[in-house]
């Protein structure tokens, strides 16, 4: 069973930045496809961002475009969120998620996600 597990959220001011990581255990890493979701209180729950297997394509959402960067270690499983310039808007619980790598679907899909992460809080203070 593929098990996402997250790990890098915190309280940090406006204009800060934090570092997520999410360690992928089970299944063979380089087949899937993984992405970033967040939730915000009362919001539903967004991709934020989505790297391709071999890290040759990322999606990200405008609203965090030029500031947040997703990235992979394939040889250490791991999947990375750089998140840069906080907002208070950025504020929420953010979750790693997989899937298996379709190469007809497209990495601003929200859906077909099957693994899941805890969650790791991130708090932007203004």
């Known amino acids: 069973q593929v098990q996402p597990v997250e790990s890098g959220g915190g309280l940090v001011q406006a204009g800060g930045s934090l570092r997520l990581s999410c360690a992928v255990s089970g299944g063979t890493f380089s087949h899937l496809t993984t992405g970033w979701f967040r939730q915000a209180p009362g919001k539903e729950r967004e991709l934020v961002a989505a790297i391709s297997p071999n890290s040759g394509r990322a999606y990200y959402v405008d609203s965090v475009k030029a500031r947040f960067t997703i990235s992979r270690d394939n040889a250490k499983n791991t999947v990375f969120l750089r998140t840069d310039s906080l907002k208070p808007d950025d504020t929420g619980v953010y979750y790693c998620?997989?899937?298996?790598?379709?190469?007809?679907?497209?990495?601003?899909?929200?859906?077909?996600?099957?693994?899941w992460g805890q969650g790791t809080q991130v708090t932007v203070s203004s």
């Open positions: 998620a997989a899937r298996w790598y379709n190469p007809t679907s497209l990495l601003s899909q929200s859906f077909g996600y099957a693994f």
